[in-house]
Antibody
Framework: QLQLQESGPGLVKPSETLSLTCTVS??????????WGWIRQPPGKGLDWIGS???????YYNPSLKSRVTISVDTSKNQFSLKLSSVTAADTAVYYC???????????????????WGQGTLVTVSS | QTVVTQEPSFSVSPGGTVTLTCGLS?????????PSWYQQTPGQAPRTLIY???TRSSGVPDRFSGSILGNKAALTITGAQADDESDYYC??????????FGGGTKLTVL
Protein backbone atom coordinates (compact mmCIF):
# COMPACT_ATOMS: atom_id res chain seq x y z
CA GLN A 1 0.00 0.00 0.00
CA LEU A 2 1.41 3.35 -1.00
CA GLN A 3 2.03 5.79 1.81
CA LEU A 4 3.05 9.43 1.77
CA GLN A 5 4.44 11.15 4.84
CA GLU A 6 5.12 14.86 5.22
CA SER A 7 7.94 16.07 7.44
CA GLY A 8 9.46 19.42 8.35
CA PRO A 9 9.30 22.24 10.88
CA GLY A 10 5.91 23.04 12.33
CA LEU A 11 6.85 26.65 13.04
CA VAL A 12 8.42 29.09 10.62
CA LYS A 13 9.21 32.78 11.19
CA PRO A 14 7.76 35.46 8.92
CA SER A 15 9.91 36.28 5.88
CA GLU A 16 11.73 32.95 6.14
CA THR A 17 11.43 29.89 3.89
CA LEU A 18 9.07 27.03 4.63
CA SER A 19 10.58 23.65 3.76
CA LEU A 20 8.74 20.34 3.73
CA THR A 21 9.61 16.88 2.49
CA CYS A 22 7.28 14.08 1.46
CA THR A 23 8.62 10.54 1.75
CA VAL A 24 6.95 7.96 -0.46
CA SER A 25 6.90 4.34 0.67
CA UNK A 26 5.34 1.25 -0.87
CA UNK A 27 5.96 2.44 -4.41
CA UNK A 28 8.46 4.17 -6.65
CA UNK A 29 8.49 7.89 -7.22
CA UNK A 30 10.24 7.29 -10.54
CA UNK A 31 7.23 6.08 -12.51
CA UNK A 32 6.21 8.17 -15.51
CA UNK A 33 2.54 7.78 -14.55
CA UNK A 34 2.54 10.17 -11.60
CA UNK A 35 2.91 13.80 -10.70
CA TRP A 36 3.81 14.44 -7.08
CA GLY A 37 2.14 17.46 -5.61
CA TRP A 38 1.55 19.75 -2.67
CA ILE A 39 -1.81 21.06 -1.51
CA ARG A 40 -2.50 23.28 1.47
CA GLN A 41 -5.47 24.19 3.63
CA PRO A 42 -5.48 27.28 5.87
CA PRO A 43 -7.36 26.78 9.13
CA GLY A 44 -11.11 26.74 8.49
CA LYS A 45 -10.68 27.25 4.76
CA GLY A 46 -10.64 25.22 1.57
CA LEU A 47 -7.97 23.26 -0.24
CA ASP A 48 -5.51 25.06 -2.50
CA TRP A 49 -3.30 23.33 -5.09
CA ILE A 50 0.28 24.58 -4.76
CA GLY A 51 2.08 22.69 -7.49
CA SER A 52 3.51 19.40 -8.67
CA UNK A 53 6.67 17.77 -9.94
CA UNK A 54 7.14 14.99 -12.46
CA UNK A 55 9.73 12.29 -11.85
CA UNK A 56 11.88 13.91 -14.52
CA UNK A 57 12.03 17.09 -12.45
CA UNK A 58 9.58 19.14 -14.53
CA UNK A 59 7.54 21.40 -12.30
CA TYR A 60 4.10 23.01 -12.48
CA TYR A 61 2.92 25.72 -10.12
CA ASN A 62 -0.20 27.60 -9.09
CA PRO A 63 0.23 31.00 -10.76
CA SER A 64 -0.68 32.78 -7.54
CA LEU A 65 2.28 31.20 -5.71
CA LYS A 66 4.70 30.65 -8.55
CA SER A 67 7.11 33.43 -7.59
CA ARG A 68 7.68 31.93 -4.13
CA VAL A 69 7.44 28.16 -4.69
CA THR A 70 10.00 25.55 -5.57
CA ILE A 71 9.13 21.86 -5.76
CA SER A 72 11.81 19.28 -6.39
CA VAL A 73 12.17 15.52 -6.53
CA ASP A 74 14.91 13.23 -5.24
CA THR A 75 14.40 9.85 -6.86
CA SER A 76 17.34 8.31 -4.97
CA LYS A 77 15.54 8.92 -1.68
CA ASN A 78 12.00 8.43 -3.04
CA GLN A 79 11.16 11.89 -1.78
CA PHE A 80 9.93 15.20 -3.09
CA SER A 81 10.09 18.58 -1.44
CA LEU A 82 8.40 21.95 -1.16
CA LYS A 83 10.04 25.28 -0.49
CA LEU A 84 7.93 28.41 -0.02
CA SER A 85 9.86 31.62 0.45
CA SER A 86 9.05 34.92 2.15
CA VAL A 87 6.24 33.41 4.22
CA THR A 88 3.65 35.42 6.08
CA ALA A 89 0.87 34.51 8.49
CA ALA A 90 -1.33 33.86 5.44
CA ASP A 91 0.82 30.82 4.67
CA THR A 92 -0.20 29.14 7.92
CA ALA A 93 -1.93 25.95 6.83
CA VAL A 94 -2.04 22.19 6.86
CA TYR A 95 0.20 21.09 4.02
CA TYR A 96 -0.60 17.82 2.24
CA CYS A 97 1.56 15.92 -0.20
CA UNK A 98 -0.29 13.85 -2.77
CA UNK A 99 0.10 11.64 -5.81
CA UNK A 100 -1.58 12.65 -9.02
CA UNK A 101 -2.30 9.67 -11.24
CA UNK A 102 -1.95 10.08 -14.99
CA UNK A 103 -1.11 7.82 -17.90
CA UNK A 104 2.44 8.40 -18.96
CA UNK A 105 2.25 11.99 -17.78
CA UNK A 106 -0.91 12.74 -19.72
CA UNK A 107 -4.50 12.73 -18.60
CA UNK A 108 -6.63 9.93 -19.95
CA UNK A 109 -10.23 8.86 -19.53
CA UNK A 110 -9.33 6.83 -16.46
CA UNK A 111 -6.18 8.42 -15.10
CA UNK A 112 -6.24 12.08 -14.11
CA UNK A 113 -6.83 12.59 -10.41
CA UNK A 114 -5.31 12.61 -6.95
CA UNK A 115 -5.32 9.04 -5.74
CA UNK A 116 -3.15 9.13 -2.62
CA TRP A 117 -2.76 11.76 0.07
CA GLY A 118 -0.42 12.21 2.99
CA GLN A 119 -1.95 12.78 6.41
CA GLY A 120 -1.01 16.47 6.34
CA THR A 121 1.23 18.57 8.54
CA LEU A 122 0.39 21.90 10.17
CA VAL A 123 2.85 24.69 9.54
CA THR A 124 2.40 27.86 11.53
CA VAL A 125 4.05 31.11 10.50
CA SER A 126 4.73 33.19 13.57
CA SER A 127 7.56 35.03 15.26
CA GLN B 1 -6.82 33.29 -13.15
CA THR B 2 -9.41 30.53 -13.48
CA VAL B 3 -11.79 30.19 -10.54
CA VAL B 4 -13.62 26.94 -9.88
CA THR B 5 -16.97 27.60 -8.23
CA GLN B 6 -18.93 25.46 -5.79
CA GLU B 7 -21.90 26.15 -3.55
CA PRO B 8 -20.51 27.18 -0.13
CA SER B 9 -23.06 25.09 1.71
CA PHE B 10 -25.92 22.72 1.15
CA SER B 11 -28.37 20.86 3.34
CA VAL B 12 -30.10 17.52 2.76
CA SER B 13 -32.46 15.40 4.80
CA PRO B 14 -31.45 11.85 5.70
CA GLY B 15 -32.49 9.61 2.83
CA GLY B 16 -32.78 12.55 0.48
CA THR B 17 -30.95 13.36 -2.72
CA VAL B 18 -28.61 16.28 -3.22
CA THR B 19 -26.60 17.49 -6.19
CA LEU B 20 -23.49 19.59 -5.68
CA THR B 21 -22.06 21.43 -8.65
CA CYS B 22 -18.66 22.56 -9.88
CA GLY B 23 -18.41 25.36 -12.41
CA LEU B 24 -15.95 27.76 -13.95
CA SER B 25 -15.88 31.52 -13.52
CA UNK B 26 -15.49 31.69 -17.27
CA UNK B 27 -16.63 28.93 -19.55
CA UNK B 28 -18.12 25.48 -19.18
CA UNK B 29 -16.88 22.38 -17.43
CA UNK B 30 -16.61 19.41 -19.75
CA UNK B 31 -15.15 15.93 -19.47
CA UNK B 32 -11.94 17.37 -20.87
CA UNK B 33 -11.30 18.90 -17.47
CA UNK B 34 -11.41 15.37 -15.97
CA PRO B 35 -13.44 16.54 -12.96
CA SER B 36 -12.83 14.69 -9.72
CA TRP B 37 -14.50 14.92 -6.33
CA TYR B 38 -13.08 14.55 -2.83
CA GLN B 39 -14.72 14.20 0.57
CA GLN B 40 -13.12 15.65 3.69
CA THR B 41 -14.20 15.32 7.30
CA PRO B 42 -12.71 17.57 9.99
CA GLY B 43 -9.12 16.77 10.87
CA GLN B 44 -8.76 14.22 8.11
CA ALA B 45 -7.04 14.17 4.75
CA PRO B 46 -9.40 14.23 1.76
CA ARG B 47 -10.71 10.98 0.33
CA THR B 48 -11.16 10.42 -3.40
CA LEU B 49 -14.80 9.81 -4.33
CA ILE B 50 -15.16 10.30 -8.07
CA TYR B 51 -12.69 10.74 -10.91
CA UNK B 52 -12.91 11.26 -14.65
CA UNK B 53 -16.36 12.84 -14.23
CA UNK B 54 -18.25 9.74 -13.18
CA THR B 55 -15.99 6.87 -12.06
CA ARG B 56 -16.28 5.92 -8.42
CA SER B 57 -13.04 5.30 -6.57
CA SER B 58 -12.54 1.92 -4.98
CA GLY B 59 -14.78 1.36 -1.96
CA VAL B 60 -17.03 4.36 -2.59
CA PRO B 61 -20.73 3.52 -2.14
CA ASP B 62 -22.88 3.66 -5.25
CA ARG B 63 -25.08 6.35 -3.71
CA PHE B 64 -22.34 8.74 -4.92
CA SER B 65 -22.37 9.51 -8.62
CA GLY B 66 -20.79 12.06 -10.89
CA SER B 67 -21.93 13.68 -14.11
CA ILE B 68 -21.92 16.76 -16.27
CA LEU B 69 -25.09 18.80 -15.83
CA GLY B 70 -25.36 21.63 -18.27
CA ASN B 71 -22.11 23.55 -18.07
CA LYS B 72 -21.00 22.17 -14.72
CA ALA B 73 -19.69 18.98 -13.18
CA ALA B 74 -22.01 17.51 -10.59
CA LEU B 75 -21.82 15.18 -7.61
CA THR B 76 -25.08 13.55 -6.65
CA ILE B 77 -25.69 11.75 -3.38
CA THR B 78 -28.80 9.56 -3.49
CA GLY B 79 -30.13 8.41 -0.15
CA ALA B 80 -27.93 10.65 1.98
CA GLN B 81 -26.72 9.26 5.28
CA ALA B 82 -25.60 11.02 8.42
CA ASP B 83 -21.96 10.19 7.82
CA ASP B 84 -22.10 11.93 4.44
CA GLU B 85 -21.97 15.19 6.37
CA SER B 86 -18.59 16.49 5.16
CA ASP B 87 -16.88 19.04 2.98
CA TYR B 88 -16.81 18.19 -0.71
CA TYR B 89 -14.26 19.53 -3.15
CA CYS B 90 -14.14 19.30 -6.90
CA UNK B 91 -10.86 19.46 -8.79
CA UNK B 92 -10.40 20.28 -12.46
CA UNK B 93 -7.36 19.54 -14.60
CA UNK B 94 -6.34 22.72 -16.39
CA UNK B 95 -3.69 21.18 -18.60
CA UNK B 96 0.07 21.48 -18.49
CA UNK B 97 0.37 19.54 -15.26
CA UNK B 98 -1.85 21.90 -13.28
CA UNK B 99 -4.93 21.21 -11.21
CA UNK B 100 -7.34 23.66 -9.53
CA PHE B 101 -9.58 23.09 -6.51
CA GLY B 102 -13.03 24.49 -6.09
CA GLY B 103 -13.81 26.37 -2.90
CA GLY B 104 -15.63 23.39 -1.43
CA THR B 105 -19.20 22.72 -0.32
CA LYS B 106 -20.08 22.08 3.30
CA LEU B 107 -22.86 19.49 3.30
CA THR B 108 -25.15 19.21 6.29
CA VAL B 109 -27.40 16.18 6.74
CA LEU B 110 -30.36 17.00 8.96
Amino acid sequence: QLQLQESGPGLVKPSETLSLTCTVSGGSISSNNYYWGWIRQPPGKGLDWIGSVYYSGSTYYNPSLKSRVTISVDTSKNQFSLKLSSVTAADTAVYYCARHLTQGGYCSDTNCYIDYWGQGTLVTVSS
Amino acid sequence: QTVVTQEPSFSVSPGGTVTLTCGLSSGSVSTSYYPSWYQQTPGQAPRTLIYSTNTRSSGVPDRFSGSILGNKAALTITGAQADDESDYYCVLYMGSGKWVFGGGTKLTVL
